[in-house]
T-cell receptor, first 117, second 109 residues
Framework: GAVVSQHPSWVICKSGTSVKIECRSL??????MFWYRQFPKQSLMLMAT?????????EQGVEKDKFLINHASLTLSTLTVTSAHPEDSSFYIC?????????????FGEGSRLTVL | DAKTTQPPSMDCAEGRAANLPCNHS???????VYWYRQIHSQGPQYIIH???NNETNEMASLIITEDRKSSTLILPHATLRDTAVYYC??????????FGSGTQLTVLP
């Protein structure tokens, strides 16, 4: 099946620093990728929709200036957590769609665990 | 997207069939039923999806009632590696999926 890869799989950083997470579609082109966040013992929450070549669309309550998303190519989207604080510690997951048809399945990356000290 | 209701947890004996129910009584005609699962500390894994006909693949079977208000995911021979949180999602488009709380399936040896 289609593969979506994230890097890094885990990262620990100091409070106030910025962290970049990459999401790559390895064997297909993805015009749209999605970024989710998952806190412990909770479900996935959609943060934003990343569109290649245009600005990302953020869900209500997600700060676009804090979570910078760049989708510069059809195989790469990046999420940068700026000035990270301990409350940003979470599991960040990206997904991408393979099919041009709207009912195609979504494939998810392995996730990136961020711990802010 | 229509809301779904799933039991919070279920147990299943290894080697037996696991039947996971999902209610989606407000589903509309153009919405599909998707099933994903998430093993601890991993990204969700696609299992199966369908519109109104029953579907089967190498992982599972999806049974959708005739009125489409509920469905059942069937893992025919559960193994310990099937222990995970299973999410039933209803959506008119896989462009964007909204995850509920899912069902924690525990396969017991």
């Amino acid at each position: 099946g289609a593969v979506v890869s994230q890097h890094p799989s885990w990262v620990i950083c100091k409070s106030g620093t910025s962290v970049k997470i990459e999401c790559r579609s390895l064997d297909f082109q993805a015009t749209t990728m999605f970024w989710y966040r998952q806190f412990p013992k909770q479900s996935l929450m959609l943060m934003a929709t990343s569109n290649e070549g245009s600005k990302a669309t953020y869900e209500q309550g997600v700060e676009k200036d804090k979570f910078l998303i760049n989708h510069a190519s059809l195989t790469l989207s990046t999420l940068t957590v700026t000035s990270a604080h301990p409350e940003d510690s979470s599991f960040y997951i990206c997904s991408a769609r393979t099919s041009v048809w709207s009912t195609g399945e979504l494939f998810f990356g392995e996730g990136s665990r961020l711990t802010v000290l | 997207d229509a809301k779904t209701t799933q039991p919070p947890s279920m147990d299943c004996a290894e080697g037996r069939a696991a039947n996971l129910p999902c209610n989606h009584s407000t589903i509309s005609g153009n919405e599909y039923v998707y099933w994903y699962r998430q093993i601890h500390s991993q990204g969700p894994q696609y299992i199966i999806h369908g519109l109104k006909n029953n579907e089967t693949n190498e992982m599972a079977s999806l049974i959708i009632t005739e009125d489409r208000k509920s469905s059942t995911l069937i893992l025919p021979h559960a193994t310990l590696r099937d222990t995970a949180v299973y999410y039933c999602i209803v959506s008119g488009s896989a462009r964007q999926l909204t995850f509920g709380s899912g069902t924690q399936l525990t396969v017991l040896p």
